[in-house]
């Protein structure tokens, strides 16, 4: 099936990172690839992804999403010349853009930046200072929570519109509630979960992984407490999608799209890939050099990715398949079902009455 409406997550630093998070799915990216991306996208290469990217959009909003490795290690000037060239090239169209970042190098510099330009931030912290300076430490082996916290309150004084990036792991997952209000203190209102789930070689998982019961527990705690006082102030990903699943029938997280294939992803030196999860040889579908983004989005390669997703017979028989769609392939087990299946199953249970409510009361 291809596609013809596209987004894309640019890495214009690739892998490279000033932390060293045990858990990372990227880190070291770079070294298994045939072709080897840059330490920072050339000029050229910013100005020819800008310039197709919103030409080739059939949308009249263009949004750019910049990811890494650390996206800010390719500084301030970098992120000016991005400007400048979608200022050059944006015609008649919107154009946004979206910075996720661990928040180490933000000082009030780019905060002057990121609030001029209307930034949306993502920026990672692990809900409990416990959790988060055992997995996302810096190069040298330094705690981060304290920095990141100073990064969160230079946000909510520069007043940036910001989510905070939360993943869910051995160390945090029967912390629901606990992470849940230490976010809050801490002034955020956007938030997302995501769950981490690493094979090794051997296909045993990797000792930060949660239970596999252990995302569906988390999340549960958390929504029990915001369904309490907090709907329609606070607002949490994982349940705006479960909320859009019931009323538009379209989650608005990619585990639980029918297909996989959105965001595309463009490396530092050019080279687009299907998924940031799956920047492979395997999924590497074209360079923007020489192919344009509505090619490669249409292209064969990329519909074989699509078809990654695995229905087992036991997904066709779930009532919750329409809420599912069999989850990432990424945490899929030899047999096709889904690691994360118990955590589905029990969330979308627990979720399933009171979701109802909150959409009568709402629409």
């Known amino acids: 099936m291809s596609i ?81 060239f979608q200022q050059e090239f944006a015609g008649e169209k919107e154009i946004s853009n979206s910075l996720q970042t661990n928040g180490i190098a933000l000082n009030r510099q780019w905060m002057k930046f990121l609030k001029e330009h209307n930034f949306l931030v993502g920026i990672s912290i692990d809900g409990t200072q416990t959790a988060h300076d055992k997995y996302r430490i810096s190069i040298n082996g330094s705690p981060t929570y304290e920095r990141v916290k100073q990064a969160i309150a230079l946000l909510n004084e520069f007043k940036i519109e910001y989510n905070a990036l939360c993943t869910i792991n051995s160390s945090n997952w029967n912390k629901g509630k606990t992470v849940y209000s230490n976010l809050k203190q801490m002034g955020v209102r956007y938030m997302q979960f995501i769950p981490i789930v690493v094979f090794d070689k051997k296909n045993k998982v990797a000792p930060f992984t949660l239970p596999q019961k252990g995302f569906g527990t988390f999340l549960v705690d958390v929504f029990n407490e915001w369904a309490k006082q907090d709907i329609n102030y606070t607002f949490i990903m994982n349940f705006e999608s479960i909320l859009s699943s019931y009323v538009n029938n379209h989650p608005l997280i990619c585990f639980h799209n029918k297909q996989c294939g959105s965001p ?13 999860h799956f920047v492979t040889d395997q999924f590497r579908i074209g360079n923007i050099e020489t192919q344009n983004f509505t090619e490669m989005a249409q292209s064969d390669k990329h519909q074989k990715f699509q078809e990654l997703r695995s229905i087992t017979k036991e997904c066709q028989r779930c009532e919750y398949l329409s809420l599912c769609n069999g989850g990432c392939p990424k945490h899929s087990l030899p047999d096709g079902s889904n690691y994360l299946c118990p955590s589905y199953k029990l969330l979308f249970k627990h979720t399933k009455e009171p979701v109802k409510i909150i959409i009568n009361n709402l629409l």
């Open 4 to 84: 013809d409406v596209f987004t894309v997550m640019a890495k214009p630093v690739s892998d490279k990172c000033n932390l060293k998070c045990s858990y990372c799915f990227y880190l070291g990216t770079a070294d298994q690839l045939n072709h080897q991306p840059s330490n920072l996208m050339t000029d050229e290469v910013l100005r020819d992804f800008t310039k197709k990217y919103i030409e080739q959009s059939n949308t009249p909003s263009v949004n750019f999403v910049w990811q890494g490795g650390e996206p800010t290690l390719a500084g301030l000037d970098f992120f000016q010349k991005a400007i400048k």
């Open 264 to 276: 595309l992803v463009i490396e530092s030196n050019g080279e687009v890939y299907s998924c940031d």
